[in-house]
Protein backbone atom coordinates (compact mmCIF):
# COMPACT_ATOMS: atom_id res chain seq x y z
CA UNK A 1 0.00 0.00 0.00
CA UNK A 2 1.05 3.61 -0.86
CA UNK A 3 -0.37 6.54 0.01
CA UNK A 4 0.29 9.93 -1.61
CA UNK A 5 0.57 13.40 -0.77
CA UNK A 6 1.03 16.50 -3.16
CA UNK A 7 1.95 20.05 -2.25
CA UNK A 8 3.39 23.08 -3.85
CA UNK A 9 0.21 24.08 -5.97
CA UNK A 10 -0.90 27.62 -6.09
CA UNK A 11 -1.60 30.91 -8.09
CA UNK A 12 0.94 31.70 -10.30
CA UNK A 13 1.35 34.28 -13.00
CA UNK A 14 1.54 33.58 -16.82
CA UNK A 15 5.43 32.87 -17.51
CA UNK A 16 5.67 31.53 -14.25
CA UNK A 17 7.04 28.65 -12.40
CA UNK A 18 5.71 26.05 -9.88
CA UNK A 19 7.62 23.45 -8.25
CA UNK A 20 5.16 20.25 -7.25
CA UNK A 21 6.41 17.37 -5.06
CA UNK A 22 4.22 14.36 -3.96
CA UNK A 23 5.18 12.55 -0.65
CA UNK A 24 5.08 8.88 -0.83
CA UNK A 25 4.22 6.64 2.43
CA UNK A 26 5.99 3.30 2.65
CA UNK A 27 9.28 1.57 2.09
CA UNK A 28 8.47 0.73 -1.51
CA UNK A 29 8.87 3.65 -2.78
CA UNK A 30 12.22 3.18 -5.04
CA UNK A 31 10.16 0.23 -6.57
CA UNK A 32 7.79 1.99 -8.03
CA UNK A 33 7.36 3.97 -10.97
CA UNK A 34 5.62 7.26 -10.96
CA UNK A 35 3.35 9.71 -12.09
CA UNK A 36 2.07 13.12 -12.68
CA UNK A 37 -1.53 13.98 -14.18
CA UNK A 38 -3.78 16.76 -14.14
CA UNK A 39 -7.99 17.40 -14.51
CA UNK A 40 -9.03 20.65 -16.01
CA UNK A 41 -12.57 22.04 -15.46
CA UNK A 42 -15.05 19.73 -17.41
CA UNK A 43 -11.69 17.31 -19.31
CA UNK A 44 -10.83 13.99 -18.33
CA UNK A 45 -7.44 13.44 -16.36
CA UNK A 46 -4.44 13.10 -19.12
CA UNK A 47 -1.31 12.09 -18.62
CA UNK A 48 1.66 15.05 -17.74
CA UNK A 49 4.60 13.14 -17.04
CA UNK A 50 6.33 9.93 -15.70
CA UNK A 51 9.76 8.14 -14.46
CA UNK A 52 10.75 4.82 -13.67
CA UNK A 53 12.03 3.49 -10.52
CA UNK A 54 15.32 4.94 -10.90
CA UNK A 55 14.76 8.09 -12.44
CA UNK A 56 16.69 6.98 -15.15
CA UNK A 57 14.03 7.28 -17.49
CA UNK A 58 11.46 10.32 -18.07
CA UNK A 59 8.73 10.65 -20.65
CA UNK A 60 6.67 13.84 -21.22
CA UNK A 61 3.17 14.50 -22.83
CA UNK A 62 3.77 16.90 -25.77
CA UNK A 63 2.45 19.89 -24.50
CA UNK A 64 4.62 19.87 -21.31
CA UNK A 65 7.62 18.79 -22.98
CA UNK A 66 11.10 21.06 -22.53
CA UNK A 67 9.22 23.44 -20.01
CA UNK A 68 7.92 20.79 -17.29
CA UNK A 69 10.91 17.96 -15.57
CA UNK A 70 9.94 14.99 -13.23
CA UNK A 71 12.20 13.80 -10.95
CA UNK A 72 12.56 11.80 -8.01
CA UNK A 73 14.67 11.45 -5.12
CA UNK A 74 14.02 7.69 -3.25
CA UNK A 75 16.02 8.64 -0.28
CA UNK A 76 13.10 11.38 0.69
CA UNK A 77 10.19 9.68 -0.66
CA UNK A 78 9.33 12.20 -2.83
CA UNK A 79 8.45 13.08 -6.75
CA UNK A 80 8.66 16.54 -8.13
CA UNK A 81 7.14 18.14 -10.78
CA UNK A 82 9.02 21.32 -11.39
CA UNK A 83 6.86 23.51 -14.01
CA UNK A 84 7.88 26.49 -16.30
CA UNK A 85 6.48 28.61 -18.68
CA UNK A 86 3.44 28.11 -17.27
CA UNK A 87 0.31 29.49 -19.69
CA UNK A 88 -3.28 29.82 -18.93
CA UNK A 89 -3.88 26.26 -20.71
CA UNK A 90 -1.78 24.59 -17.41
CA UNK A 91 -4.25 25.21 -15.27
CA UNK A 92 -5.48 22.07 -13.05
CA UNK A 93 -5.87 19.80 -10.37
CA UNK A 94 -2.50 17.90 -10.64
CA UNK A 95 -2.25 14.27 -9.05
CA UNK A 96 0.82 12.17 -8.67
CA UNK A 97 0.37 8.63 -8.83
CA UNK A 98 2.15 5.37 -8.52
CA UNK A 99 2.50 2.01 -10.25
CA UNK A 100 3.92 -1.04 -8.98
CA UNK A 101 5.99 -1.98 -12.40
CA UNK A 102 9.08 -0.17 -12.10
CA UNK A 103 9.23 1.37 -15.76
CA UNK A 104 7.14 4.36 -17.09
CA UNK A 105 3.73 4.42 -18.64
CA UNK A 106 0.91 7.05 -19.73
CA UNK A 107 -2.02 5.34 -19.19
CA UNK A 108 -3.99 6.23 -15.78
CA UNK A 109 -4.95 2.30 -15.86
CA UNK A 110 -1.56 1.37 -15.22
CA UNK A 111 -1.53 3.37 -11.95
CA UNK A 112 -2.23 1.42 -8.67
CA UNK A 113 -2.52 4.51 -5.88
CA UNK A 114 -3.20 8.21 -6.89
CA UNK A 115 -3.13 11.37 -4.44
CA UNK A 116 -5.76 13.67 -3.76
CA UNK A 117 -4.52 16.38 -6.31
CA UNK A 118 -3.10 20.03 -6.18
CA UNK A 119 -4.59 23.10 -7.79
CA UNK A 120 -2.53 24.95 -9.88
CA UNK A 121 -3.94 28.50 -11.43
CA UNK A 122 -1.97 30.15 -14.02
CA UNK A 123 -3.74 33.94 -15.17
CA UNK A 124 -2.76 36.05 -17.64
Known amino acids: QVQLVESGGGLVQAGGSLRLSCAASGRTFSSYAMGWFRQAPIKEREFVAS????????YYAVSVKGRFTISRDNAKNTVYLQMNSLNPEDTAVYYCAAQGRRYIATSRGDYDYWGQGTQVTVSL
Open 51 to 58: ISWNGGST
